[in-house]
């Protein structure tokens, strides 16, 4: 990297000043770099060349933002890894929370019995664990001891509309975080 950058960041500035063969050179060099950046991140589905040709376009459409003063691969490198940022998010639009399906887990601690209601208990506490300690006792409230919606919001001096929502956003982050991204397309 160490001579990358300097040349780089020449063909750079030479293309600022309006100097086209180097610029031309700047970006099939870039092109180059973005293609291994992005196939070692880019997840199964996700088009590295179409990340490689938004970012040099990307690149291009920003190039009078550049500052001489700073690494021009620094530059170059946050706008791919925003591209980058951007397209996971894209491809992760189509998921949902899966509501139905966390009321199928939590409706199975209910049956579990012994060992596997205690196991079951313990994954569930390490699935919720990031989420706020309020919204764990949410859920736990209504989707494993059976409360009404209308009884937790009493338990904590919260409307019923707001514990619906904190339960809501809760089972969201989960289906955001433990989701099979393989599940695709139906949304």
């Known amino acids: 990297m160490d001579e990358i950058e300097p040349r780089l960041k020449g063909l750079m500035l030479a293309g600022l000043a309006g100097e086209a063969g180097p610029y031309r050179r700047l970006l099939d060099e870039l092109s180059g770099l973005l293609r291994a950046y992005y196939g070692r991140r880019c997840p199964p589905g996700l088009d590295a060349e179409d990340l490689v040709q938004e970012t040099l376009i990307a690149v291009h459409t920003r ?13 170059a490198y946050a706008i791919a890894r ?20 966390a009321d199928a887990l939590f409706a199975s601690l209910g049956a579990a019995g012994g060992a596997e209601a205690a196991m079951a208990a313990r994954d ?8 706020p300690a309020r919204t764990r006792q949410l859920i736990r409230e209504t989707k494993v001891e059976g409360l009404s919606t209308r009884e937790a919001a009493e338990n904590h001096g919260m409307t019923e509309s707001a514990v619906k929502v904190a339960i809501h956003r809760g089972l969201k982050a989960l289906g955001g975080r433990y989701a099979d991204p393989g599940q695709g397309g139906s949304g």
Not at 82 to 101: C, F, T, V
Not at 124 to 131: C, G, I, T, Y
């Open 63 to 75: 190039r009078a933002t550049y500052d001489a003063g700073q690494p021009f691969t620094a530059w």
């Open 124 to 131: 569930l506490e390490r699935v919720m664990a990031d989420l």
């Open 82 to 101: 925003y591209k980058l940022i951007d397209a996971l998010r894209r491809g992760r639009s189509h998921l949902r929370a899966p509501a139905e399906e």
